[in-house]
């Protein structure tokens, strides 16, 4: 089976900065697209950001220009760099990770992301 934990989350003012981190371990031969999801209270998942096992990059509107998803292959793990962080950022934030072999992505725990003042 496989892991993913994450790290890297808590309370930051807004306009600060977090680095959220998700390490995939277990039986991986070849990790396809990883990403992140968040979860704000009430609402429903949202993408966040996706990166491809060749680097290819999306995101989501609200955090163009200020998220940076990034990865190293070599340590099957996923970074999320967010910079000028917003209240409406506030939110428990998950990984995924599609694998071969598995018919479905594996999720991480979950980390929370609080912005306030």
């Known amino acids: 089976q496989v892991q993913l934990v994450e790290s890297g989350g808590g309370l930051v003012q807004p306009g600060g900065s977090l680095r959220l981190s998700c390490a995939a371990s277990g039986s991986i031969f070849k990790i396809y697209g990883m990403g992140w999801y968040r979860q704000a209270p009430g609402k429903q998942r949202e993408l966040v950001a996706l990166?491809?096992?060749?680097?290819?990059?999306n995101y989501a509107d609200s955090v163009k220009g200020r998220f940076t998803i990034s990865r190293d292959n070599a340590k099957n793990t996923v970074y999320l760099q967010m910079n000028s962080l917003k209240p409406e950022d506030t939110a428990v934030y998950y990984c995924y990770a599609v694998i071969s072999g598995f018919s479905s992505p594996y999720w991480g725990q979950g980390t929370q992301v609080t912005v306030s003042s």
């Open positions: 990166i491809g096992s060749g680097g290819t990059t």
